[in-house]
Every structure is written in C-alpha cells, then in structure tokens.
C-alpha cells in the first residue's frame, strides 16, 4: 500500500466528515423552521484494493444526503389535519353562536315573560295609562331582542359565505403552488428535501381545508385530486376553483377544468374547513335563523288574533298590536309594535265590550299566552320552551363540535409526534452527531499529517 493511497484515505475522511458536518450544521440551524425536514449524511466504505496481501480499506464516500420522510405518516398527518381543521371551525362558530344565543346576553325569555307579565298588570286596571304604557315598552323591549338575534345570525352567516369565497381563493393559491414546485422538482431531477418540505406543508394546509387524495409520479411531482377524482394539479398545470353568486345569493364552489368546463362541487366537499363553512352557512345557522323567525310569526300571530278581537280605549276594533308581513321568513327581521299602537296607547284593546272601556278579557287572554300551549314553526309548545330549545340545542352542538375538536387536536398531536420522531430535528442528537463528526475529522487531519511526514521521511532517505 503506497503513501498515495493514504493520503487518498484521508482526502476522503476529510471530505466525508466536512460534508456530515455541513448537513448536522443545516440541521441545526432549521430547528425551528416550519415543515423543515431532518436530512442525513450516509457514509459508506468506499471499495477496497485487492493487492498481493489481499483486499485492502479504500476510505470513506459520501453515498447520498437521505431526506428522513415517511410517506404514510405524513398522508395519516394529512388525513387527521382534515377532520381537525374541520371541527375548529364547527367549535369556533358554534361556540359564537352560542355566546349570541345565550340568555345572559340577550334576555330573551326574560323579555318574552315581561311582555306578557305587562298584560297581566293591565289586566287589573285597563284604564291604568302607567299599565298600558308598561304593555308598549315591554313589546318594543321584546321586539328589539328579536330583530337584534334576527340580525346577528344574519350577519354571522354573511361572514361564513365570504369565508367561504376567501378559502376557494387560498386553495387556488396553494394549488398554483404545488404546480410550480412540481416543476423545479422536475427540472431538478427530484429528491430535494427543500422543495419536499415546501410541498409537505402545502399538502397538510390544503388538507386542512378539503378532502383530498393525492400521489407521487415517477419524476417524484404530485398529482391532487379531490375526493372524487376531479385532477386539482396535473404535473405543472393547476385546475383552479371558482367561488361564485348561486341564484339564492350564496357563493357556490365549482371545479374549473383545463378546458374550462365549470362543475359545482359544492356538495361534493365532505370534509375539511371549507366543508365545516358551508355547512354552517347552508344549514347549521339557518336552523337556527327559522327558530328566531318562527318565535316571531307566533308571538305576532297569536297576540294580533285575541287583540284584533278587542276593543281599544276608544272604542276601536280589528286593530293589531304587532306589525303584520306577508314576506315568509322576515318576520323576526321587522317584528315591531304597529303603526296604530306605537301612536297612541289608547290603541292598546283590552277589553272585549265597547260598551265596558274597563273590561280585562282581551288582557287577560294575552297573559295566558306566557303559559299557553301554542304552535311554533309547527310544534306546539310554550314560548318559554321553546326558547329554552334554542338554547339547549345551541349548547349541546356546541359542547359536541368542542369535544370532538380536541379529540382530533389530540389525534393530530400524537401523529406530528410520530411525524417528527422521523423528520424533526433534534438538537442534542445533531450536536452529539457535531462532536462525532468533528473528532472524526480531526482524527482524518491528523492521518493527512502522518502521510505528510512519511513522504517527507522518504524525500530526505532519498536525497
């Protein structure tokens, strides 16, 4: 064996330590960095001599810098990201409603059993001015209570239909994404950790929002579909969504072709935060909605039925005490007072005689309607109830979407733990793996030194 071949030996030690030290140092360094994938130096034995004395060690090679990756872990992180994303937005907007429904904040049984506890105090003096002006304020109080959730829920699901909008675009911007790492992927031949690590995060936030399937090709690009198999990303080339005004007044999602053919997908996302947003605007929050608007059309139908049978203080008949719509489903948005009894409370009938200005019938009727059996949104059902069901049925749907949210929270933890048991760096193993190295090259400088002086023994033996 020459002292060439030692010096080769130490050229390679040095080379191979220098270049694990780089990759443990780029390691180190992305510790903290969002979605950085850990990479790995492999050493191996170069390929040995054969001499006459048999095979002889060759050195050390570098073999390849491995990207630490697991597939299926991160496809299991993806699918678990998808249904806890799903249910933060359920716990989110659950968890508003729940704050907008609630009796602290907004008194509505309260000012439901004071309205009727108003008739009730009529019904013992009808001449009582003080009464029946108690008998305008409570309405108005009752009214504005209505129009006031009406108008919240309204406005809640205005916002839930712009999200709605807001995510389609943030999809199209990861897509456009994914299709532009797919072709410096191809165009770098494949397997860079860096562009991997982009496009892992990429699939997790997409996944994030909708159900999705997806797979690499041979020249490692990915190929997204959704759910059904409608091609989201085809090697470079991006299939966008569209968000656009339905007839209904609604932004409804629609696959967008290469060729430009637009197919609603709407009720094809069954998972994912998109799905969660247009679940709630399409159907959680109108639930609700309805129950206002049918709490409304029944207090207004009932009082006006018994008060447009009595008289008011001037012998007048035939007049409501609430306002009247014949616009279905608007009936909580305008609930006030009429016009009549919000100019005069002479208005106020009652008493069920013209001739008897001091009769309670009319009063008293209205009273019994705090506890009366009647019909809401076609059950039947006390007012107190019904409010009642409102906010148990808010409550439990909250304290569901909660539960369920921190079960997949939970899910999703315990898988980023396997995730990163493979990809994440740790830093005492990398700084461990930094003295190894180190001594490592240092032992290789040393043996260069060696070869050295050997060759420098043998100039001087020759001279």
Known sequence: MSITSVLNIAKSAIFAQQTAITVASNNVANANT???????????????TQTGYGLLGNGVTVTKIAICYDRYLEASLAEENCSSEEWQVYESYFSRMESILDEDNTNLTASITGFYNAWETLSTDTTSSTARSAVVTTAENMCQVIRSLYKELVSLRVELDDQVAQTVNEVNDILNSIAEINDLT??????????????????????????????????????????????????????????EKSDEGVYRVSWVSASGTEVDITEDIRAGSLKGLIDLRDNQVPAFIE????????????????????????GVTGINFF???????????????????????????????????????????????????????????????????ILGKIGALSENAQNLSEYHQALLSTVETQRDSVSAVSTDEEMINLVKFQYAYQAASQLLTTAEELISSLMEALR
């Open 34 to 48: 969002a979605g950085y994938i850990r990479q790995e130096a492999v050493l191996s034995e170069s390929a040995s």
């Open 186 to 243: 191809y165009r770098s031949g494949g397997d860079d950790a860096t562009l991997l690590a982009k496009r892992t995060e990429l699939v997790k936030e997409l996944s994030g929002i909708m159900d999705i399937q997806y797979f690499e090709d041979s020249n490692g690009g990915l190929t997204v579909m959704t759910s059904d198999g409608k091609l989201l990303v085809d090697r470079t080339i991006a299939n966008s969504l569209s968000a």
């Open 291 to 314: 129950d206002i608007n049918n709490l409304a059309e029944s207090l207004a139908n009932e009082v006006n039925s018994i008060h447009g049978t009595g008289y008011t203080a001037t």
């Open 323 to 389: 306002q009247v719509t014949t616009v279905t489903g608007d009936y909580a948005a305008i609930m006030d007072i009429s016009d009549e009894v919000a100019a005069s409370l002479d208005y106020v009938a009652a008493t069920s005689s013209a001739g008897n200005t001091s009769g309670n019938e009319i009063a008293l009727a209205i009273a019994a309607l705090s506890s009366a059996s009647v019909t809401v949104g076609g059950r039947s059902a006390t007012y107190v109830d019904h409010c009642t069901s």
